[in-house]
């Protein structure tokens, strides 16, 4: 049971107080947010409007200790849909303020830089969508150098800086370099032979776990799985290394297709375009290496194309068609 | 509708437009066109046979495009009166209905529209309403996904005499749905398009929803919901009944519907706020409960008719709790949803309401009105030499003043509600309001100034509301310092800016403007215009040299007698906290800046002799008048 002598009044005024949090209690609390996002499918405790809710009663305890207020990555795909016009990831914001000045910090993993690779190139802090990464002058071997420093209050694990790194300095838990390639290869995947005239493409697929909405359509592209196709989730198309993608076109990958949010409906803000245009760049140097430009794919999948994505691999595999393999 | 085609005293002008309208209540004249049907009224039997031979085929805007109709039709079966009418924009002239229509020669492709004016007494605008469009919200995908309907689609759907004869189909492909979704709220309660509740949607969902419960008893029927508002006799009754029958009600707004690429199905998605889970729905159907909006044409017609409209875009009535069924135009009167959006059973009782209203107009030979109306000085008004001025004519909101270049403005008396605004607006003093003439309010300032007017508030408060918020401050029995000395005036709007300056000229300590709040003027726009009109003197005063807080701007409603009190004494603390020497020297600084404006004042022997200000009126023994 809730006491209201347990609640504080005053916690819903100093959310109001912060820009972007005095929309507050215009939440009538349609749910429209809720089942807009995303992130419930990974996190099923993830409600914003419970949050709001928790908030806008005064459970300033509650609300400022949970792990829930940090999960917010303001893709803002519930901003537009909401009827009350409420910038959810604002006041998510607003309350995430006021959690950091009371000491909170964030549960999650946040992208980490080791400080004897990293040259101070500042590729990561521009590929940022968050401008959570900025360089300070640390000393390295008794010689002051600028480094980049992630800030763990502001960093969503999207791992665009991991792909942008060009000196692999930067790690994030769960989605390094190394444990992508275990998953890419795993069962023997990678050194497969690619097939033979006549026979299906090999295709790996790196997916934006964002990307598709409902369990049961990434069940059914799990399932899909066989020596045809490997599928690789990622936290965001825009962390697609390209050095990844010749590695497995290299090592028996006769396609690979990275699939990314819909215009204006990336979860970390702009990883889509970063992924897009990744994959525009690799696909013009491919082709003029002569390897063909038709090898790598990018696809954008949108929030109500439902069941789209066994059709966009098809496709692929078509384009194929009789596949040459990559020398060296 | 038949009835009335009956009456004797009834006459029906469809397919018209109404093209002006001029006059006053118990005088307008309003001009019609009535277009051209191609068919001879008199000789149309409605027995259909051109219909038949028609070739063309086109959507059929009545069964909201699910059924073809042709190019001479009637919009429905039982459309009064059942005349034939030819849509010139898509017959092609092939002369088939004539050859049908035979002996009867009742088609006639030489008539052209015919404009008549009608002399009459009273008016009821009851234009209706419109369906919102739903596919400006991507996220429900209707205009994309074959299987989602409008309610109003689903409303031909299960009409015995609609297209499918009352089966109820998927649009897709022909099936009955085993089951159906319906969405409320679409594009109503909803910021981004109209913030209104439309109100009945919440009915008509439930009624659906039985209809089809008791058409197909093993369908699946989900209602997704933020409110269920059933506030009228026997609704909430209907609603457990549909309860009862097994209709399932979610508590959750969806937030996007997806489409199964090869069944057509569709997923719903939605959280289910009873538990707090999102709920993904398979369903056959989906039907948005599509809000009702003002019709396309509803600015036209208030323009015509000169109506004012609410924020959502309905026709305003004059007022919301003592004069629903009015127009702020007397003799004007609104009915059903295009007042607002409404029931059958309110847009009845708000029909047979007009229709009374009416009859109070129609049955009298002559009518009251106040005598506080306003009238123009021929004399005196620029327009009349040839000056253009019309700054009178926005300042009405009844559109009572008409003003053309050369000749002087003239007021509509039975149009004006006597607010004042345009007696405050002319910058000639053209145009005087009955009993509360520049003379009467300046004599008032006058002697509430008489004595002491450094250490008083002198306050001009509306009659409506502030000076009836001052009333029950006293009858409240809040107390209140004793500095303060009201002009009443009928509506902030008659105060003019230099009313406040002649009091300053005089010697006041503070001035207090009061008027209704923004949504409560009595006169529409009333409070707008003084607000803005007092914005500009605030700058004004400052230059003057009169320190900003000595004037002062407050909307204060009729029941905030308590706030009256409280800025009353606000006033009085800051009027005494400014020093007495500090007041005099800015009203001695201000006055001749402020006399120079005044001069057109002087014009008029009574009130040179009413501005002139005696030895022993103003403090110091100073001699103003000059």
Same mark, same amino acid.
């Not at chain 2, 008539?111 to 234009?127: F, H, K, P, R």
């Given at each position: 049971m809730i006491r209201s002598s347990e609640l504080d009044p005053g916690f819903l005024q100093e959310v109001m107080a912060i820009p972007g949090g005095e929309n507050l209690l215009h939440c009538w609390s349609c749910g429209t947010c809720a089942a807009t996002c995303l992130v419930r499918r990974y996190d099923p405790s993830f409600n914003p409007r419970l949050i709001l809710r928790k908030a806008g009663i005064g459970m300033r305890q509650e609300v400022l200790s949970s792990r829930e207020i940090w999960l917010c990555s303001a893709c803002d795909a519930c901003y537009p849909r909401c009827p009350?016009?409420?910038?959810? %990831?604002? &006041?998510?914001?607003?309350?995430?303020?006021?959690?950091?000045?009371?000491?909170?910090?964030?549960?999650?993993?946040?992208?980490?830089?080791?400080?004897?690779?990293? %040259?101070?190139?500042? &590729?990561?802090?521009?590929?940022?969508?968050?401008?959570?990464?900025?360089?300070?002058?640390?000393?390295?071997d008794g010689l002051e150098r600028m480094i980049a420093q992630v800030d763990p209050n502001t960093c969503m694990a999207c791992g665009i800086c991991v792909a942008a790194c060009p000196s692999g300095s930067i790690s994030l838990e769960a989605v390094r370099n190394e444990e992508l390639l275990t998953r890419m290869s795993a069962g023997g995947w990678l050194a497969g032979q690619s097939q033979p005239e006549g026979g299906k493409p090999r295709i790996l697929a790196f997916v934006c776990q964002w990307s598709m909405r409902s369990d049961a359509e990434w069940a059914e592209v799990e399932a899909m799985q066989d020596d045809s196709l490997r599928v690789v989730n990622l936290p965001c198309s825009g962390r697609v290394d390209p050095a990844l993608v010749l590695l497995a076109l290299a090592e028996g990958a006769d396609g690979v297709l990275v699939v990314g949010c819909g215009e204006g409906e990336c979860h970390y803000k702009r990883g889509t375009y970063l992924g897009r245009g990744k994959v525009a760049l690799l696909r013009s140097v491919l082709e003029q290496t002569g390897i063909g430009m038709e090898r790598v794919r990018f696809v954008e999948l949108e929030a109500l194309q439902r069941g789209a994505l066994p059709a966009l691999i098809a496709d692929m595999a078509a384009a194929l068609g009789q596949p040459a393999r990559v020398s060296g | @509708? +038949?009835?009335?085609?009956?009456?004797? *005293?009834?006459?029906?002008?469809?397919?018209?437009?109404?093209?002006?309208?001029?006059?006053?209540?118990?005088?307008?004249?309003?001009?019609?066109?009535? *277009?051209?049907?191609? &068919?001879?009224?008199?000789?149309?039997?409605?027995? /259909?046979?051109?219909?038949?031979?028609?070739?063309?085929?086109?959507?059929?805007?009545?069964? @909201?495009?699910?059924?073809?109709?042709?190019?001479?039709?009637?919009?429905?079966?039982?459309?009064?009166?059942?005349?034939?009418?030819?849509? @010139?924009?898509?017959?092609?002239?092939?002369? *088939?209905? &004539?050859?049908?229509?035979?002996?009867?020669?009742?088609?006639?492709?030489?008539?052209?529209?015919?404009?008549?004016?009608?002399? +009459?007494?009273?008016?009821?605008?009851?234009? /209706?309403?419109? %369906?919102?469009?739903?596919?400006?919200?991507p996220e429900y995908g209707y205009g994309v996904y074959p299987n989602v309907i409008t309610a109003m689609e689903l409303e031909r759907l299960d009409n015995s005499a609609g297209p499918t004869v009352g089966r109820l189909v998927r649009p897709s492909d022909g099936r009955e749905p085993a089951s159906m979704a319906i969405i409320q709220c679409v594009g109503s309660r909803d910021k981004r398009y109209n913030e209104y509740c439309s109100g009945f949607c919440c009915m008509y969902a439930i009624k659906n929803a039985i209809l089809m419960k008791q058409m197909i008893p093993s369908m699946e029927i989900s209602i997704f919901y933020m409110d269920i508002r059933t506030p009228s006799k026997g609704y909430e009754e209907f609603y457990n009944q549909a309860r009862k029958m097994g209709i399932r009600f979610i508590h959750g707004r969806p937030s996007q519907i997806t489409q199964d690429p090869v069944t057509h199905n569709l997923f719903v998605e939605a959280e289910d706020q009873e538990l707090g889970q999102v709920l993904e729905l398979e369903t056959d159907l989906v039907v948005l409960s599509a809000a009702a909006i003002p019709r396309a044409d509803a600015a036209d017609v208030s323009t015509k008719l000169t109506l004012s409209r609410s924020p959502g875009g309905f026709f305003m009535e004059y007022h919301p709790k003592l004069r629903p069924v009015d127009s702020p135009t007397d003799g004007i009167f609104l009915a059903g949803a295009a007042q607002g959006p409404k029931d059958i059973p309110a847009s009845v009782s708000q029909g047979s309401a007009a229709a009374a209203r009416a009859a109070r107009v129609l049955s009298s030979d002559t009518w009251e009105i106040e005598p506080i109306i306003a009238s123009v000085d021929p004399d005196v008004c620029v327009s009349a030499k040839g000056i253009k001025c019309g700054l009178c004519v926005p300042a009405c909101p009844y559109g009572a003043i008409s003003c053309v270049t050369g000749e002087a403005a003239h007021v509509t008396s039975a149009k004006c509600h006597g607010c004042g605004g345009c007696v405050a607006e002319c910058p000639h003093s053209a145009i005087s309001q009955h009993h509360f003439t520049d003379v009467q309010i300046v004599a008032q300032l006058r002697e509430l100034l008489r004595d002491n007017p450094e250490e008083k508030i002198l306050a001009f408060m509306c009659h409506w509301c502030s000076s009836a918020g001052a009333d029950m401050a006293g009858t409240s029995h809040f107390e209140y310092p004793a500095d303060s000395r009201g002009i009443r005036v009928m509506c902030s709007a008659r105060t003019d800016q230099d009313f406040v300056l002649e009091a300053f000229r005089r010697g006041a300590g503070m001035v207090l403007l009061s008027g209704c709040h923004p949504q409560d003027c009595h006169y529409i726009t009333g409070q707008q215009v003084a607000a803005k009109r007092f914005d500009r003197l605030q700058d004004q005063i400052q230059r003057l040299g009169i320190s900003p807080e000595r004037f002062r701007i407050e909307w204060i409603s009729a029941a905030e007698g308590e706030k009256y009190a409280r800025v009353i004494t606000e006033m009085s603390e800051t009027l005494k906290g400014l020093d007495r020497e500090q007041i005099l020297s800015e009203n001695r600084g201000a006055r001749d800046a402020i006399e120079r404006r005044l001069r057109r004042w002087k014009a008029s022997p009574q009130m040179a002799e009413l501005m002139a200000v005696g030895a022993d009126e103003l403090p110091g023994g100073e001699e103003l008048d000059r």
């Open positions: 009350q016009e409420i910038h959810i %990831s604002e &006041v998510m914001r607003a309350i995430r303020t006021i959690a950091i000045r009371d000491g909170y910090a964030p549960p999650g993993p946040s992208a980490e830089v080791d400080s004897a690779l990293c %040259s101070g190139c500042a &590729v990561c802090t521009r590929a940022c969508p968050y401008g959570a990464i900025d360089r300070v002058p640390v000393i390295v | @509708m +038949v009835d009335a085609a009956r009456h004797p *005293k009834v006459e029906i002008l469809s397919y018209s437009e109404v093209e002006r309208v001029d006059g006053y209540i118990g005088n307008f004249l309003v001009g019609v066109a009535q *277009k051209p049907r191609y &068919v001879i009224a008199d000789q149309c039997t409605g027995c /259909g046979d051109c219909a038949r031979v028609c070739p063309i085929e086109i959507p059929n805007a009545f069964e @909201m495009g699910l059924a073809p109709r042709k190019a001479i039709d009637v919009p429905h079966g039982q459309a009064v009166p059942l005349v034939y009418t030819i849509d @010139m924009d898509h017959c092609i002239q092939c002369f *088939k209905c &004539v050859t049908a229509c035979g002996h009867r020669d009742a088609i006639d492709f030489s008539q052209e529209a015919q404009y008549s004016e009608l002399d +009459v007494g009273a008016i009821i605008v009851a234009t /209706g309403f419109e %369906s919102f469009d739903p596919t400006v919200i």
